[in-house]
């Protein structure tokens, strides 16, 4: 295979001009539009379980901030990545950031961990 067969990592402008597919949406992960499933019932339970916690936690911490499922996020602005965290808490500064895309990682929870590990058994 020669180096001019491998594609080029897609670039999030280029990645920002293709449609989601039917049935889910894609993530730019390492430069690949990566087709991810809407979130299953199970899924949505859980993070829902889990938003509450942290919403709960930081109440009684009387931290400020937000809570958001499904929270679109950047890791790092110089890498071709566009990622959706399973939960995410950050600051009300940030909240108020503009953009499409909050910048650098805050999320707790990523779309690569399996949230279902964490109430194994309990959603069902």
């Given at each position: 295979?020669?180096?001019?067969?491998?594609?080029?990592?897609?670039?999030v402008?280029?990645?920002?001009?293709?449609?989601?597919p039917?049935?889910?949406?894609?993530?730019?992960?390492?430069?690949?539009?990566?087709?991810?499933?809407?979130?299953?019932?199970?899924?949505?339970?859980?993070?829902?379980r889990?938003?509450?916690?942290?919403?709960?936690?930081?109440?009684?911490a009387?931290?400020?901030?937000?809570?958001?499922?499904?929270?679109?996020?950047r890791?790092?602005?110089?890498h071709?990545e566009?990622?959706s965290?399973?939960?995410?808490?950050?600051?009300?500064?940030?909240?108020q950031?503009?953009?499409?895309?909050?910048?650098?990682?805050?999320?707790?929870?990523?779309?690569?961990?399996?949230?279902?590990?964490?109430?194994?058994?309990?959603?069902?």
């Amino acid at each position: 295979m020669s180096a001019a067969s491998i594609p080029e990592p897609l670039t999030v402008a280029e990645f920002d001009r293709i449609p989601d597919p039917p049935g889910g949406r894609l993530e730019l992960r390492h430069g690949e539009a990566v087709f991810v499933s809407y979130p299953d019932r199970v899924r949505k339970i859980l993070q829902r379980r889990l938003r509450q916690l942290i919403e709960e936690v930081a109440t009684a911490a009387k931290v400020a901030g937000f809570t958001e499922t499904e929270s679109p996020y950047r890791p790092l602005p110089e890498h071709c990545e566009l990622w959706s965290a399973d939960v995410a808490f950050g600051s009300d500064a940030r909240d108020q950031t503009p953009g499409r895309w909050l910048m650098g990682s805050l999320p707790l929870l990523g779309s690569q961990l399996p949230l279902e590990r964490l109430f194994a058994g309990e959603a069902a």
